[in-house]
């Protein structure tokens, strides 16, 4: 297995720790930050291969720093972890994980999605084109593409 490098954006410490802790046993390098400014400001520093955020933080929701994160950086994997299903979802969401979350659920979901980052042209790095992908483990949760 490759390390990736996971930023955990959760206004909850309890949470922060909790996905470090299973981020440390996947054997993943991981930075959280407390809210979506923060996090923005990691993400102009620090290169990251995948971000997991919450839906309800204050100030901006998961669903905002999502887009926030694709304008700036236009290949990034975001999965969005929520107690609630979502409404009105944008594409500038690669997954939705439901709470309360299934460990090996959240292992195959930062194998899945940390594996590849998408490039701008909607090619990942190795010049394949992005296709949609395979499917998680029963009880995961998928956001459809908007059509």
């Known amino acids: 297995m490759i390390r990736k490098r996971v930023l955990v954006v959760d206004d909850e410490p309890s949470v922060r720790e909790l996905l470090g802790y299973l981020l440390d046993t996947f054997g993943h390098a991981w ?12 993400l102009e520093h620090t ?7 919450d839906f309800k933080m ?9 887009h926030e994160i694709k304008k700036r950086k236009k290949g990034m994997r975001v999965v969005l972890i929520t107690g ?4 009105n979802l944008t594409k500038d969401i690669d997954w939705v994980l439901l709470k309360p979350i299934v460990v090996q659920e959240l292992r195959e979901t930062i194998d899945l999605f940390a594996r590849k980052r998408r490039s701008p042209q ?3 790095a ?3 084109y992005d296709t949609p992908q395979p499917a998680l483990p029963p009880g995961a949760t998928k956001r459809l593409p908007p059509s």
């Open 31 to 42: 930075e959280t930050a407390c809210d979506a400014d923060q996090a923005l400001g990691m």
């Open 47 to 53: 290169p990251f291969d995948l971000v997991l955020t």
């Open 58 to 66: 204050p100030g901006m929701n998961g669903v905002e720093l999502a």
């Open 84 to 87: 609630e299903q979502p409404q």
């Open 122 to 124: 909607g090619c990942s």
């Open 126 to 128: 190795d010049g394949q």
